[in-house]
């Protein structure tokens, strides 16, 4: 079976947040990656796109107690965009990623098939 979620965003939502909601968040992988970048707010709401869209697919196969901070958005040797789901869940799960952003929109798409 696979589940679809999608989201985008306005990055200027993500201009100048506190420590205390970038912590609520992004794990420290994802706060060190988008800071290393002249704007991180791209980056920063890219990641919670991709965040948004995984909980929305999720959501098709009945899982919904994945907080944010559980999502990370990383990149693998070729440079993709991947996701790590850092909590346990009750079945396997293969999931794509897709993230765009330009000059003020994020987008983030993602597959999710169970694994048999």
């Keep these: 079976m696979l589940k679809i979620g999608v989201d985008i965003e ?25 800071k ?16 948004e869209a995984v909980v929305k697919a999720l959501s098709g196969f009945g899982v919904k107690d994945v907080r944010y901070r559980e999502i ?8 993709c ?5 850092l909590k346990k869940l009750p079945k396997n799960f293969t999931v794509n990623l897709s993230i765009s952003h330009e000059k003020s929109k994020a987008i983030a798409f993602v ?6």
């Design 36 to 51: 290393s970048f002249r704007q991180p707010q791209s980056r920063f709401c890219a990641r919670f796109c991709a965040k």
């Design 72 to 79: 990370e958005v990383f990149h693998d040797e070729n440079g």
């Design 10 to 34: 306005d990055i200027e939502r993500f201009r100048g947040k506190s420590q205390e909601f970038l912590d609520r968040i992004f794990t420290e992988n994802e706060q060190k990656y988008c």
């Design 111 to 116: 597959t999710i098939e169970e694994i048999q």
């Design 81 to 85: 965009p991947c996701i790590k789901i």
